[in-house]
């Protein structure tokens, strides 16, 4: 036999054309020789199953290792802006890795905000701030991330440059997406997109899909950890405040969540929309949110309202006075949880703000805000999986309100996250059209 036909050999099923199927195969030979040769060697039934590595598993080394050897990947450039718009980020580029048909390599992420804690700004491991197997394991089917160590040829790169300006449009960016697909570009190992921030790429994905990536991103255990100290704490005072009621759990006493966008910056930026999109429903002041959070129908009061907003930000420090009896407002001062927050760079304090406001009983922000869009989608995503069918009703499981946009009895308008959308316009830049 000729050397020509013994590359087209193969070995339990398995092809024995690269090098690593052909050791493998040398190495199952020479363990089925020493079994028949030595057989007390491996007990007295001949071969000891707990010790000998067997066929199928010989098969699925080699068939792993093809997988692998197959795998193509994405690379996108560090992740910067807040955590929410680094969330949409992420998903954009999963999203765009599952296009192509590829895995997409762990991205950097930023500690801090690009214009704050310029110090903290070098690049975050993914895995450092969401758990990475986990992520695999949820999201398995859909999209998966792989490490750079899984690139066996660093060199074998194109890059994708995306596009900016106006010319620029949504069609030939999916144009250009599309292309890179197919040959010649599809053959190599890795494509590189490089140019914008992945928050700024054109969006061609549903609602449900970022909602899908979004739900398989879980915190680091010690991330967890802190929420958990949060939320445990504002239970308490919770608790303390029902003293009618000295046998309610800690796990049931209820709290409401105040995204609460009174500080210097979001003003800025809200009264520059609101010129922009010529409306008047975009910020708001400490008084209204006050005043609508009271009027909401069905609280039962007394309750602990979170007020989740940023310390250093905030000018004006009297957002603890003036809410409704019966609502008892803290902040992370009065909770004296300012310590968890102080000990960790800006990306894993919002991190724990969000994961309060997400697991909150009641939940009210702002419609163009972000951070409180996601929050809503997330918690929209979870009513859908308890099977709940009236996502508006008056009394549903979950609720979420929007404080800028009137509702019914002078209260915050009920908010839920309308999964039908054809892209995230609505949650990454904020909407006034919202569901209820």
């Not at 030939?172 to 921030?197: A, C, H, M, T, W």
């Not at 990536?213 to 958990?228: I, M, T």
Request: with cysteine; charged share 25%; net charge neutral.
């Amino acid at each position: 036999m000729d050397l020509l036909q013994c590359k087209q050999l193969r070995f339990f099923g398995i092809p024995l054309n690269c090098l690593p199927c052909k050791c493998v195969a040398l190495a199952v030979c020479v363990l089925l020789l020493r079994a028949l040769m030595f057989p007390a060697f491996f007990g007295n039934n001949g071969i000891d199953q707990k010790n000998f590595l067997g066929i199928r598993d010989i098969e699925i080394l080699v068939n792993s290792d093809l997988h692998r050897r197959n795998q193509k990947f994405v690379e996108v450039p560090q992740i910067i802006w807040g955590l929410n718009n680094q969330k949409i980020a992420f998903a954009r580029a999963c999203l765009t890795a599952r296009m192509l048909n590829r895995t997409l390599l762990m991205p950097s992420l930023s500690a801090s905000l690009f214009y704050k804690e310029v110090d903290l700004l070098q690049p975050i491991l993914f895995d450092k701030v969401f758990q990475f197997e986990k992520f695999n394991s949820l999201c398995e089917g859909f999209v998966q991330l792989a490490n750079f160590s899984d690139v066996l040829n660093r060199t074998d790169v194109v890059e994708l440059e995306k596009g900016s300006g106006r010319r620029w449009t949504i069609e030939r960016d999916f144009d250009q997406l599309r292309n890179f697909s197919k040959k010649p570009y599809d053959s190599y190992e890795v494509i590189r997109i490089v140019g914008k921030n992945p928050f700024l790429w054109h969006d061609h994905w549903p609602a449900k899909d970022y909602a899908k990536v979004f739900e398989c991103l879980v915190l680091v255990e010690d991330v967890l950890r802190d929420a958990d100290k949060v939320v445990s704490r504002i239970r308490e005072v919770g608790k303390e405040a029902k003293t009618n009621d000295g046998s309610q759990s800690l796990l049931s006493a209820p709290y409401v969540a105040v995204h609460m966008r009174v500080e210097k910056d979001w003003m800025i930026h809200c009264k520059n929309l609101e010129r922009k999109f010529n409306i008047t429903e975009i910020c708001s002041s400490k008084e209204q949110i006050m005043e609508r959070v009271g009027n909401i129908k069905g609280l039962d009061t007394p309750v602990t309202v979170y007020l989740a907003v940023a310390d250093s930000l905030l000018e004006d420090k009297s957002i603890l006075g003036g809410w409704k009896e019966g609502l008892l407002p803290f902040e992370k001062k009065k909770l004296g949880v300012v310590d968890i927050y102080k000990q960790r760079p800006y990306l894993f304090q919002s991190a724990i703000d969000y994961e309060v406001c997400l697991r909150a009983d009641v939940f009210i922000g702002n419609s163009f805000s972000t951070f409180s869009s996601l929050v809503v989608l997330d918690r929209t995503q979870k009513m859908i999986n308890m099977a709940i069918s009236d996502l508006c009703a008056p009394s549903v499981r979950w609720p979420s309100y929007a404080y800028n946009l009137l509702g019914e009895s002078n209260g915050p308008r009920l908010w839920v996250a309308n999964m039908s959308d054809s892209n995230l316009q609505s949650i990454s830049y904020g909407s006034n059209q919202i569901s209820c």
